[in-house]
């Protein structure tokens, strides 16, 4: 029977095995446009920030709420986006964030208030980003294995281009065209993300027969149970709530959220209150961008060939981008400042490119889940990314120092490296725990019963219940 030219360009792609390639280059280019479109447009809004201000009176909390209503829409709809995915595919899902992204920012350029932007670009953008990021990175992360790290850090400098093309080219627009016509090109180069939609071919790994007829099965049937396998795939997996390393993990990037945007936001404003000529003050985002675009492609080719726990590097990569945090509550020179922001951006690229993609590894909870884990695991971010931006915008408005903003982020950063150095001694924890249940044929829930029955036995029973533990 011959396939439908429509099911041969667009259905899905099957392997016999992870191909870590093929059709996962026209992924990994939507990624890259993707990833411009989304985090690169969210850090380059720092551009728009006084321009926002002096249009409609507020202060800078009141208009971070704008950033910060959007990272919180971006991430608290995370399980939505993997439940939407799992349900319609990823391809639909995309296409229609593509669309509310270009909806929210052409739209956000005609409101006449601080609190119509919450909406066009809070609420409507925020969920176009969600929509259009999650499901594009889960499917980047199938269709490769060896080289996931690799492909991964270089199709996510479509971010770090954006900041670099964005931060400058609108500076230099809005004085001839004004924020809001900017912000209508915007919108209008962010609906190129439908398009990138229609390239997320969904993977199917199907094993060739093989003689043996014993290894057939066993293969077919890891295979079958993986996340490759869409017949099988959850809407949604709470469970992994349940692995300690996770939580652990979470929390990690709960706290390293402080971080994320704050600085790119603040970064323009802090430059001018420390007499850099607002001309020059726009590249440091700039600045941040190019040496973002390395950290990336070098974190990306030491993880590829790191024979240590790729979670320890990442761990280094936390504590210096910590102390970069702090030094730039510190330096009040010109080039203090660029050092600071061209380490701030190295580092960021090497957290910001590998703490989603660090899911699928063993280290965290492995490729079979990371499909439902990821959602859950930005769900938590939320939070985070909720009351960063305006913790650092009420923070300026008290101390009238724009430094102020980074204490918060130095102080989240610094507690997630703590949680992410817990990570390795929980799975290790865990990973000990189920090897002595397999040993003695026990499940979890029977080890939790015969724990309560060693708590709760007195006389000779609680000797015959010590004596099975």
């Known amino acids: 029977m011959t396939m439908p030219h429509s099911q041969r360009c667009l259905g899905p792609k099957v392997y016999p095995e992870v191909p870590d390639g093929g059709w996962g280059w026209a992924v990994a280019t ?38 910060s ?34 909806l929210g920012t052409i739209s956000s350029a005609f409101t006449n208030s601080i609190n119509e932007m919450y909406i066009t ?16 990175v889960t499917i980047l992360a199938q269709y490769f294995s060896r080289r996931r ?16 093309a964005f931060a400058p080219a609108f500076t230099i627009l809005k004085e001839h065209i004004g924020w809001r016509y900017c912000l209508v090109i915007l919108g209008t180069v962010q609906a190129s993300v439908i398009g990138c939609g229609l390239l997320l071919r969904p993977i199917i790994i199907e094993p060739e027969p093989l003689e043996n007829e014993q290894t057939r099965t066993s293969i077919s049937s890891g295979v079958s149970q993986g996340p490759l396998h869409p017949s099988r795939t959850k809407l ?27 600085p790119q936001l603040y970064i323009i404003e802090l430059s001018k209150s420390r007499g850099v000529e607002p001309s020059m003050a726009s590249y440091m985002l700039s600045v941040m961008a190019v040496a ?102 009420v923070l300026v408005d008290v101390t009238k120092n724009y430094g102020a903003a980074f204490y918060s982020c130095a102080a989240g ?21 189920q090897s002595r249940n397999k040993e003695t044929g026990r499940s979890e829930e029977e080890e939790e019963k015969i724990q309560l029955n060693c708590s709760g036995a007195t006389g000779n029973q609680s000797h015959l219940a010590l004596h099975l533990c």
């Open 236 to 262: 949604l997996d709470f469970s992994v709530l349940k692995d300690r390393a996770f939580i652990c993990y979470s929390l990690f990037g709960l706290f390293a959220t402080l971080g994320f945007f704050a």
């Open 413 to 433: 950063m610094g507690l997630s490296a703590v949680c992410l150095a817990l990570v390795g001694p929980a799975k290790s924890g865990m990973c000990q725990r």
């Open 292 to 393: 973002e675009i390395f950290g990336r492609l070098s974190i990306g080719l030491v993880l590829n060939r790191v024979q240590c726990r790729k979670i320890s590097v990442l761990l280094g990569c936390v504590v210096l981008l910590c102390l970069v945090l702090v030094a730039f509550t510190l330096v009040w020179e010109f080039w203090g400042l660029v050092v600071c922001c061209a380490l701030y951006g190295y580092f960021m690229g090497t957290v910001g490119s590998t703490h989603i993609p660090m899911l699928a590894e063993e280290d965290v909870v492995g490729i079979q889940k990371m499909a439902s884990s990821v959602g859950v695991y930005v769900f938590i971010q939320s939070f985070a990314g909720l009351a960063g931006p305006p913790l650092g915008g």
């Open 30 to 67: 939507a990624f890259f446009f993707v990833e411009v479109c989304t985090y690169g447009t969210l850090k380059s809004l720092g551009v728009f920030l006084q321009d926002l201000m002096e249009e409609f009176g507020e202060s800078n909390s009141r208009v971070s709420w704008v950033i």
């Open 149 to 164: 790290a690799l492909v991964t850090s270089v199709a996510s400098s479509g971010e770090s281009f954006a900041v670099f």
């Open 69 to 102: 209503i959007c990272v919180f829409i971006f991430t608290f709809t995370a399980p939505l986006s993997t439940m939407l995915s799992n349900r319609f595919g990823c391809r639909r899902v995309v296409m229609m964030g593509g669309f509310l992204i270009s």
């Open 121 to 136: 670009i809070g609420v409507v953008s925020g969920l176009g980003y969600c929509f259009s990021f999650l499901p594009t």
